[in-house]
């Protein structure tokens, strides 16, 4: 298994080097390696930078399959943001805020996760579109920020027919 930065995948996008890419090699033929996606995370910092004082965190994961056969652990992280009219220094939600965000998030994953094959979840987690539609839907509840994909986890790999005549 090896882990490959955001930024050395896309030269052109600096400004999303946080994420950790990784990878499974499955086979090597000659001078290449044959990979599988294995996961994907944000660095450490930027997820200790998303945290705040007088926030509140709103975190959550999901089980998924995809169209490919595997199964992802989805978890997503977000901040409520202070709204501008406000006067309070604080930014906190309601348990019944909280529970309707969570929700949105979980909406979203399902819409955006479910029917798709891996290479074009490895493209929506690259351009955070997962993470901006739930900031979208959930300012009628509340302002949020920094919403991400904080893990994904690869559980289970269910291999194919052709992966498997492929292997004898």
């Known amino acids: 298994m090896f882990c490959v930065n955001q930024s050395d995948l896309c ?3 600096e400004e999303n080097s946080f994420r950790k890419f990784k990878f499974v090699i499955d086979s090597v033929k000659g001078k290449d390696a044959i990979s599988t996606f ?6 450490s910092d930027k997820h200790k930078g998303i945290i705040r004082k007088w926030h509140t965190l709103i975190e959550g994961y999901l089980d998924i399959k995809t169209k490919d056969n595997f199964y992802l652990r989805v978890f997503m992280i977000a901040v409520t943001k202070r709204r501008s009219d406000s006067l309070k220094k604080t930014s906190y939600a309601h348990s019944s805020q909280v529970r309707q965000i969570r929700k949105i998030m979980f909406e979203v994953i399902k819409e955006e996760i479910e029917d798709c094959d891996i ?3 490895i493209k929506k987690l690259m351009n955070e579109k997962i993470g901006k539609e739930v900031e ?3 300012g009628v509840i509340i302002p949020i920020q920094n919403c991400h994909v904080r893990k994904v986890k690869v559980i289970k790999r ?3 027919a052709e992966e ?3 292997e004898e």
């Not at 294995?38 to 660095?43: A, F, K, S």
Request: charge should be neutral; charged fraction near 40%; proline fraction near 5%.
């Open 11 to 13: 030269p052109d996008n």
């Open 38 to 43: 294995n996961g994907m995370e944000i660095t």
């Open 119 to 121: 290479s074009k979840i």
């Open 136 to 138: 979208k839907r959930s």
């Open 158 to 160: 269910i291999k194919s």
């Open 164 to 166: 498997e005549i492929e």
